[in-house]
């Protein structure tokens, strides 16, 4: 066991600080050369990591360095919205070789799980060889996810107690990992996005429906029994509109994709609008589109100064689908954030997510990888 645990420390210190030397490795992890030595033998012949030649010498012999070999095997992640099915193939630093993103619409739950396990297979099929090959399968859900891997509720779906995990392992023999998507889409930000320098992030993952995703002091929030983050069910309008939960003024019911896309059908500027089409109507300057966008910045601003007045953290994330629209929403979001903040919070740690639509399926992909690479379950 303490070997195991050694040999952890040496690839977790490699993949961080790579390239490195073996005396590197010692100095930084706390080890004896002769302890480094050997596990870094053990971990070439594993193929995770390989040396790449000498590096500069301080006076003796030029040490050979090493380099983590993320090509020795493939994660796969998948978000599941509403509208969309967004798979990706990685390697294991998160760098995208392959992708996957299809556009659905009033979709049954056979339907959806069809195209899920489709999407799959694609994946699988466009995974490039290598020694380990596909290592896991992650998978985000915009509901409330049991340690178990069972969505007990997504809304917005019309999912109840669904127990994805079994059903994903009665076709993929991979090691299955099932998140609720917001969660997933924080520790991806965090992981490859604007929230790499902070450890205080929140994530306001805004589609269809908004959920929120929690890192606190570099680990991921999930409450007691992992249901932590249900933010977008926040009520702001007391007797308000009807939400998709069931409840009356929810946050999600004022400033989601879908309230944006029912407001602009009510006021007639589209019949079936898109996300994509009413950007580019206010790109166009269309003044009840500009409007349209005004209105749910205040309304995303509303809920996030509710949050920053919550967890006073260091950076807030407006990611999902509405980042997109970052152009139109962030002015009227961070006008209304300093119009109902406290004196003592700021509005300018509000950032919108660079990775947009892939932070969960990236997220989900990371914690696939750092399930395999954790040395004690995988190395005999």
């Known amino acids: 066991m303490v070997k195991k645990k050694n040999k952890e420390l040496v690839l977790r210190t490699i993949t961080s600080l790579a390239p490195l030397s073996r005396a590197d490795i010692a100095q930084n992890s706390g080890l004896n050369k002769a302890t480094v030595s050997s596990l870094v033998n053990e971990l070439i012949d594993e193929e995770f990591i390989y040396e790449s030649g000498p590096g ?15 090509r020795a095997g493939y994660s796969i992640g998948i978000d599941i919205g509403v509208n ?12 995208i070789i392959f992708e996957k993103n299809i556009t659905v619409r009033n979709l049954s739950f056979k339907e959806h799980i069809s195209l899920v396990k489709e999407t799959i297979h694609i ?21 409330i996810v049991d340690k178990s891997g069972k969505v007990l509720h997504a809304p917005n779906l019309n999912w109840k107690d ?20 917001a969660n997933a889409g924080a520790y991806g930000e965090m992981r490859f996005g604007v929230g790499q320098d902070c450890t205080n992030i929140l994530y306001v993952s805004n589609g269809i429906g908004i959920g929120l995703g929690i890192i606190l002091n570099g680990e991921l929030y999930r409450g007691i029994n992992g249901y932590a983050g249900e933010s977008g069910h926040m009520v702001i309008v007391a007797n308000g509109e009807k939400c998709t939960c069931g409840n009356l003024g929810c946050w999600e019911a004022y400033a989601s994709e879908h309230a944006l896309l029912k407001n602009a059908e009510n006021c007639g500027i589209s019949s079936t609008p898109t996300l994509e089409e009413l950007i580019q109507k206010a790109e166009e300057k269309n003044t009840d589109t500009i409007e349209l966008f005004q209105d749910i910045g205040f309304y995303i601003g509303t809920g996030v100064s509710n949050l920053i007045k919550t967890f006073n953290p260091q950076k807030i994330i407006i990611g999902n689908r509405l980042a997109m629209a970052k152009h139109l929403l962030e002015k009227p979001i961070v006008d209304s954030v300093r119009k109902q903040a406290l004196i003592y919070h700021q509005a300018d740690i509000i950032d919108f997510s660079k990775l947009s639509t892939h932070s969960t399926a990236l997220g989900v992909s990371a914690f696939a990888v750092e399930d395999f690479l954790h040395i004690s379950d995988q190395i005999d």
């Open 123 to 143: 994946l699988i099929q466009n995974t490039p060889q290598s020694r380990y090959g596909v290592i896991g399968i992650g998978i985000g859900v915009p509901g």
């Open 162 to 181: 669904v127990n994805l995990k079994e059903i994903i392992e009665q076709e993929f023999d991979y090691p299955i990992t099932i998140e609720n998507e």
């Open 84 to 95: 969309y099915i967004l798979g990706v193939v990685t390697d294991l630093m998160g760098n």
């Open 56 to 70: 500069e010498s301080s006076g003796g012999r030029r040490p050979v360095m090493l380099l983590f070999n993320e």
